[in-house]
């Protein structure tokens, strides 16, 4: 055999062994890369410009983060990228009074209805009374804020800083800057606050409720740490990174059925139609979506829709969900 022959022969070896070799790429990272790079150039929506800070975030900010049930993470793009968590903390202060509580309270005290109406309205409780909110529009979510154990403002606001870090497996801090543009334009909120108390459906002083729940709102998160609290949901409530069972998992049925019913303000219906995870949305530019049993994903992207839900990120969950066949109502039905 001549030297060139030896060498073809040689070189079509090693590139039939490095072929054999290769590892299939991760499905995970696989559809985490491929939504990322469908839509880091899309340009629809707008940020939220009724707290002035959240005007001010770079629109081009793109981050997705997937973690599954045994800590493993894949991400792409911005995911380290700081935050205000706004409207997805509301998920977490719910896990704190059912922890509390329980359910049944949090039915009474609370509800779980949707209100047909938008997430800040005052017309929806005038209809109801304060009753029948549920955790995810203002009026229920001021109202849980109060509900969290302690005697003071700031004894409920350690509970809820607490049980915040314990889904994310680490220290959290508040994003100043947020929160005082967002106390400074928060009249609508302390009137809600106000009016529930007239109805009887507050449970710790207006001022101070509203307040804490503006802190809750700033707290800063980025979105490699909202897919570590999503996918401790999905994983039945324990941190599947620190190991910590952080609420009980009867609790998660529970979450995870509001998120479904009233995750994402007035679109909730069309998402839980088109997606079918549970999910929860911010104004910050967050999303939260949990495959249950599964894996969390999180995706952050500050232009927003006209219901106030981030354009890229649902676009990005919607194709993740897809391509894992991670919607649990489509049914695949295999042959008898």
Known sequence: MTRSRIAAFLLAAAVATAAVAAPAPNPYQAAVDGAWERYRTLDEGKNADYIPALAKVDSKLFGVALVTIDGKSFNKGDVEARFSI????KVFTLASVLETYGAQAVLEKLGVDATGQVFNSIVAIEQMKGKEMNPFVNPGAIAATSLVEGATAEEKWARIVAIHEAFAGRKLDIDEEVYRSEAATNDRNQAIAKLMRAYGRLYFD??????????QCSISVNASDLAVMAATLANGGRNPVTGKQVIASANVSRILAVMATAGLYDDSGIWLYEVGLPAKSGVGGGIIAVAPGRFGI?????????????????????????????????????KP
């Open 206 to 215: 207006p001022a101070a409720s509203t307040d804490v729940y503006t802190r």
């Open 298 to 334: 999180a995706v952050f992207s500050p232009p927003l829709d006209a219901a106030g839900n981030s354009v890229r990120a649902q676009k990005a969950i919607r194709d993740i969900s897809a391509a894992l066949r991670a919607n649990p109502y489509d049914v695949k039905v295999g």
């Open 86 to 89: 706004q409207s997805i903390s």
